[in-house]
């Protein structure tokens, strides 16, 4: 029988498992995966359920199923994907579109580029009947006429934006090379910490764009229009819903929620510029973007002198910097990199544009 592990609503295991027969409990959670196959004409692939199938038999549908117990979200699209088709792709072939919470299961939707005839592909006996390619307009139409499964087509919509955007881009070069060996371990979840002005949001946008993970600007789930700050548990809500994701990069100090974020990721980053080199940095700031929100913030937000903001980096190294480091050392299992000036972040850019998500930590590790 298929077991599951079982999650809380952040994600997070509950070292519970259950079959999938089982009752599900309110306030527990699966995971499912999800493996969209879109060809180079940007049609989308589609699987007929086979009539025997308790649910939607004999409705369309994208490749997918659930996690098994120890298993991780891109090893279980690609199993899905093998299993339901005969299609073989890497873990780094796949593109994480979104994931999103549903009443039992997380949802994460992976996008691979692959062209494959209709006749090579492999029908697995019992769950797939039939395939074809279908363009963007006709999943639409089908799915307005009920031939594609309702909870897939329902996710489809939801989606549809960021869909459109993909299939826009062209075809998605690997970004960085399978694993090589034992002890090479994959980046997934980045926090990257340090003095404002030191240029967090402008290595989360590089490393984001190389390593194709989805970049979490804080700034930008703080401060509503007017530089009006959202309430605490409106910003906790929003970040923990970011941080269930299975991939992110984060930018942002933000010390209510940075022990969390610190304990639920893979990667740190922390960038320990000099305080004058900061202050220079954010003046130049101001100046270039006067009255224009930056980037990594909210429309409604722009760029101003704020000498109290100047103060709090002045004092960052005394009120912060200890903390930080003392968070580090107590991390287990996690690359931490610490980089002090700006040839040593634009060496490490060098370094993730060769070895991707596999970057090495250059801090020492905490306890074992």
Not at 207 to 221: Q, T
Request: net charge positive.
């Amino acid at each position: 029988m298929e077991v599951w592990d079982l999650f809380d609503e952040n994600r997070q295991p509950l070292g519970k498992q259950a079959g999938r027969k089982d009752p599900m409990v309110k306030g527990e959670f699966h995971i499912v995966v999800v493996a969209c196959v879109v060809n180079d004409q940007n049609e989308i692939l589609l699987t007929l359920r086979s009539p025997d199938k308790e649910k939607y038999p004999g409705t369309w549908e994208n490749t997918g199923g659930a996690l098994e117990a120890g298993e991780e979200s891109r090893a279980a699209a690609v199993r899905e994907l093998f299993e339901e088709t005969g299609i073989r792709v890497r873990e780094n072939e796949l593109h994480l579109l979104d994931s999103q919470m549903e009443e039992y299961a997380f949802i994460d939707f992976y996008i691979v580029r692959k062209t494959v005839p209709v006749e090579e592909i492999r029908l697995q006996k019992g769950e797939t009947a039939d395939a074809r390619w279908v363009s963007l307009s006709e999943f639409v139409r089908m799915g307005e006429e009920g031939k594609i499964a309702p909870p897939i087509y329902q996710r489809f919509c939801r989606l549809r934006e960021k869909m459109e955007v993909f299939l826009k881009e062209d075809r998605r070069k690997e970004r960085y090379p399978a694993c090589r060996g034992k002890n090479r371990q994959e980046s997934k979840k980045i926090v990257i910490l340090g003095c404002s002005g030191s240029g967090k949001s402008t290595l989360a946008g590089q490393l984001g764009k190389i390593m194709d993970l989805p970049v979490v600007y804080l700034d930008a789930l703080s401060w509503d229009a007017g530089w009006k700050r959202k309430p605490f548990d409106e910003f906790d809500r929003l970040t923990q819903s970011e941080i269930r994701k299975p991939e992110w990069i984060m930018d942002g100090n933000f010390p209510r929620t940075v022990e969390h974020r610190m304990d639920v990721c893979d990667t740190v980053i922390y960038l320990d510029f000099k305080r004058w080199f900061c202050i220079l940095s954010v003046l130049r700031r101001v100046i270039t973007n006067y009255g224009k929100p930056r980037p990594s913030m909210n429309p409604g937000c722009p760029e101003k002198f704020d000498p109290g903001f100047l103060k709090r980096i002045w004092n960052f190294d005394r009120r912060s910097k200890a903390h930080y480091y003392g968070y580090m050392k107590k991390l287990s299992g996690t690359k931490l990199i610490v980089l002090k000036t700006r040839k040593e972040v634009n060496r490490f850019v060098k370094q993730v544009e060769k070895e991707g998500r596999f970057v090495r930590g250059n801090f020492p590790a905490g306890p074992k």
